[in-house]
């Protein structure tokens, strides 16, 4: 018996990296959903999604206050933070420990993956 789709959605609001993330995690057999804002994301709702991938950096709600949302929602939702700016980690350490990891761009698609993969596995 196959495994339902798992549904990840990507918040970043650089297309290109979206565009990775979608092919990455569709080759792995995932479903994917991508978003450029975080208000995009929350309007389309998180009812069926199992893991949310979220850029820190972006215009108007950042991926920490989306995550914050998120956690009132969906407490039980896998959520991962990507960002390009390398003092984040460092400036905000209880922010980053409340995620489920944190991934500095360039990203690593295959140890993301496997840390998407390794989270869902254990919901």
Same mark, same amino acid.
């Given at each position: 018996m196959?495994?339902?789709? &798992?549904?990840?959605?990507? *918040?970043?609001d650089?297309?290109r990296l979206?565009?990775?993330l979608?092919?990455l995690f569709?080759?792995?057999?995932?479903s994917?959903r991508?978003?450029a804002?975080?208000?995009a994301?929350?309007?389309a709702g998180l009812g069926?999604?199992?893991?949310?991938i979220t850029?820190i950096?972006?215009p108007?709600m950042?991926?920490? $206050?989306? &995550?914050?949302?998120?956690?009132k929602? &969906?407490?039980?939702?896998? *959520?991962f933070?990507?960002t390009?700016r390398?003092?984040?980690?460092?400036? &905000?350490?209880?922010?980053?420990?409340?995620a489920?990891?944190?991934f500095r761009k360039?990203?690593?698609g $295959?140890?993301?993956?496997a840390a998407?993969?390794?989270?869902?596995?254990?919901?």
């Amino acid at each position: 018996m196959s495994h339902p789709k &798992r549904i990840i959605a990507v *918040v970043d609001d650089d297309a290109r990296l979206l565009e990775s993330l979608e092919n990455l995690f569709e080759s792995a057999g995932h479903s994917v959903r991508t978003f450029a804002s975080a208000d995009a994301v929350l309007v389309a709702g998180l009812g069926d999604v199992d893991c949310l991938i979220t850029d820190i950096g972006m215009p108007g709600m950042d991926g920490f $206050q989306l &995550r914050d949302a998120v956690g009132k929602l &969906r407490p039980e939702l896998p *959520v991962f933070l990507v960002t390009g700016r390398h003092e984040i980690g460092t400036q &905000r350490p209880a922010d980053v420990a409340a995620a489920s990891g944190l991934f500095r761009k360039p990203i690593d698609g $295959q140890l993301l993956l496997a840390a998407v993969e390794k989270i869902l596995d254990q919901h």
